[in-house]
């Protein structure tokens, strides 16, 4: 069983993605920003690689206006020898990877316009994975689309779009249950016409369930059998909801308990489970340590290395409970490491809380500061408590310090990304 997550990695340098508005596009331009963009992508894999991560989406961001025309770059000749570079570190890893085509990747629009863009999208996604050298088991998630006032006519121009679509679209093409439109059995019912793999996603089922009798097990196991060989590993979406935002909003972390009673249900499955969640790479990370089998005390306490002064800012409490968690090296308490963790984040921080972390990060280079770079921290901090500066600032100018001084254990903390 693999565990991944979605687009975008947190917390870890050179990995972002840019892009440009439509207006200033050029040539140049846009072959800068792909090359960028790769770089940021080997990037996340090599991550990915050393973190014990198999799973992960590659957003469709990656080649800016890749399925708009005013794109004339042939990127996937002009980049050829990083693609293959990154294509070999895949391979190698045995990493599966998948593509996710956004909302405005209609098939089933009676719009032939909507129905045009959407095909020469799912024909650019399907260039990617090409140039990637990956086999039909790395697969292109779709949702059927809209119902637009006649769900059955829909449905038919959504399988008679998908006879004209290009094979090399066809052979990674699997379709989702959506959280407004198309429920699991839906999908199901579709996937079988067209004899191509289904997506189960739990919290699109929860919010639009069309059997509430039925646990989730259930419907992964029909789903199970639209998977051929040539598919790979079954794959399902797992996500739990946001409290504090509307309905089929993704959490922003994977709450651990949860995840196990769920992982629970369905680990003697072989399945590939894809996160959706706002803190990505680090709730995949989580439910990794939380369902591996070399199970190493060491593993948690790289991970206590990364979170600790984002505790620390919250809970100074739960700060020394984790240490002491941690003391015994006989044990492996990853759900209780995960669950402090999350309890921490769920208090807020104190101005004298943040202060005092703030100094504490600043104790890394302060024999390595200009006189006039403590003396702007030390204004930063009197402006922080006067409410004259935000906490925002303050960790910008020790991000700052921290990359100059090339402070390592500090750049990969994640004090600078939980805020």
Request: aromatic share 10%; hydrophobic share 35%.
């Amino acid at each position: 069983m693999r565990i991944g997550y979605a687009c975008l990695t947190v917390g870890v340098p050179n990995t972002e993605l840019k892009t440009c508005l439509l207006k200033n596009v050029t040539d140049e331009k846009l072959t800068e920003l792909i090359k960028h963009n790769l770089n940021a992508l080997e990037n996340m894999i090599d991550y990915n690689i050393n973190n014990r991560v198999e799973l992960f989406r590659i957003s469709s961001s990656l080649i800016p206006f890749g399925s708009n025309p005013v794109n004339r770059i042939i990127w996937w000749e002009v980049f050829e020898k990083q693609l293959k570079k990154i294509a070999k570190k895949i391979a190698k890893s045995g990493m599966r990877v998948s593509m996710h085509p956004g909302q405005y990747t209609v098939l089933n629009s009676p719009d032939e316009k909507i129905v045009s863009n959407a095909i020469a999208d799912l024909n650019y996604h399907a260039r990617i994975m090409d140039s990637l050298g990956l086999g039909p088991e790395n697969k292109i998630i779709l949702h059927v689309g809209g119902v637009y006032n006649d769900k059955k006519q829909a449905i038919k121009r959504f399988l008679k779009n998908y006879d004209g679509l290009d094979e090399t679209v066809k052979k990674r093409l699997v379709i989702e249950n959506d959280d407004k439109s198309y429920t699991i059995s839906d999908v199901v019912i579709i996937g079988k016409a067209l004899d191509i793999p289904v997506v189960f996603d739990n919290l699109h089922h929860k919010v639009n369930p069309c059997d509430t009798n039925q646990p989730d097990t259930y419907w992964i196991d029909i789903c199970k059998t639209t998977w051929k060989s040539q598919d790979g590993n079954q794959k399902i979406h797992y996500s739990q909801q946001n409290p504090e935002k509307k309905t089929g909003s993704h959490s922003k972390t994977i709450a651990i308990t949860a995840f196990m009673a769920f992982y629970e249900a369905i680990k003697d499955r072989d399945l590939d489970i894809m996160l959706e969640v706002k803190d990505k790479n680090l709730s995949a990370i989580k439910c990794i340590n939380c369902t591996i089998g070399e199970k190493e005390i060491n593993q948690l306490e790289h991970e206590w290395s990364k979170y600790k002064y984002a505790v620390l800012e919250r809970s100074p409490l739960d700060y020394l409970e984790i240490r002491k968690l941690l003391n015994n090296k006989e044990r492996y308490p990853c759900i209780e490491f995960y669950n402090l963790i999350e309890t921490s984040f769920q208090k807020e921080t104190t101005i004298g809380n943040s202060i005092n972390v703030a100094q504490h990060i600043w104790g890394y280079f302060r024999t390595l500061a200009l006189p006039s770079e403590k003396k702007y921290f030390l204004k930063l901090l009197d402006q922080y408590e006067k409410g004259e500066a935000s906490i925002k600032k303050v960790k910008k100018n020790l991000w700052k310090m921290t990359v100059k001084y090339d402070q390592t254990y500090l750049l990969d903390s994640y004090y600078y990304v939980i805020i």
